[in-house]
């Protein structure tokens, strides 16, 4: 049975193996260096949009699917995935309010479709959230903050400082406030994994930060495949 500690010790590597895969992307480098298109930027904003709008509603979710279970400890992390659902609601507004400072119409992303991986990602979190495996999600956390409190910066000044963009110091809301925010809900997040005991839910735990991780190199690549079609 793998001890918390070698629990912890997998899902770092994890992370760590992601965060180095995510810096090589080619569109990553261009948010950094501020080469980032105006069309790259927008497209990466309005695909963002429809997973960060499903993330506190699958949390809630996640807090019924484990408060039903019988194990007395579960309902700490209940709790837990309750209170992360509500520290989310909302942040999708974040992107319209960066869109709008880009000069998009704050109901026109209802029209976007989602890429291929966004689909996946939203079905696959659908049905964790909703299953005995909802633990799980707290892989997905794992990585998707983490990432936010590791790129925040240099995104930001990559953005405000070289990209040109008209008006891009009034739409990185995005990015500015979930590397602020996550900060605490990373910390929040490592000591709840302590309550993760089960091998079952760690290795939910871990399979959720793998598939999260690959959906988000995804949608990277995605964005690319946009600045390649418009050279």
Not at 98 to 117: M, Y
Request: charged share 25%.
């Amino acid at each position: 049975m793998s001890t918390s500690r070698d629990f912890k010790t997998e899902l770092k590597e994890i992370a760590d193996r992601f965060y180095t895969q995510l810096r090589e992307k080619p569109a990553i480098s261009r948010f950094a260096t501020g080469r980032i298109s105006r069309l790259e930027y927008v497209t990466f904003l309005q695909q963002s949009y429809h997973y960060v709008r499903a993330t506190a509603p699958n949390l809630a979710a996640a807090a019924e699917s484990i408060r039903r279970t019988a194990a007395p400890h579960r309902g700490e992390i209940a709790d837990r995935f309750r209170d992360h659902a509500a520290e989310e609601r909302g942040h999708e507004q974040w992107i319209l309010d960066d869109l709008e400072a880009l000069g998009e119409d704050r109901a026109s992303v209802q029209k976007i479709q989602p890429c291929t991986a966004i689909q996946a990602y939203l079905a696959y979190s659908h049905h964790i959230a909703r299953s005995p495996h909802a633990v799980g999600l707290f892989g997905q956390a794992y990585v998707l903050e983490g990432g936010a409190v590791q790129s925040s910066d240099f995104m930001v000044r990559g953005l405000i400082e070289r990209s040109g963009i008209p008006n891009i110091e009034n739409a990185v809301k995005y990015f500015q406030l979930h590397g602020e925010v996550d900060v605490d809900h990373v910390d929040s997040l490592v000591k709840a994994l302590d309550w993760v005991t089960e091998p079952e839910d760690q290795h939910a735990v871990k399979l959720v930060a793998e598939f999260t991780s690959q959906i988000i190199l995804d949608l990277v690549d995605y964005v690319g495949e946009v600045s390649l079609a418009t050279v």
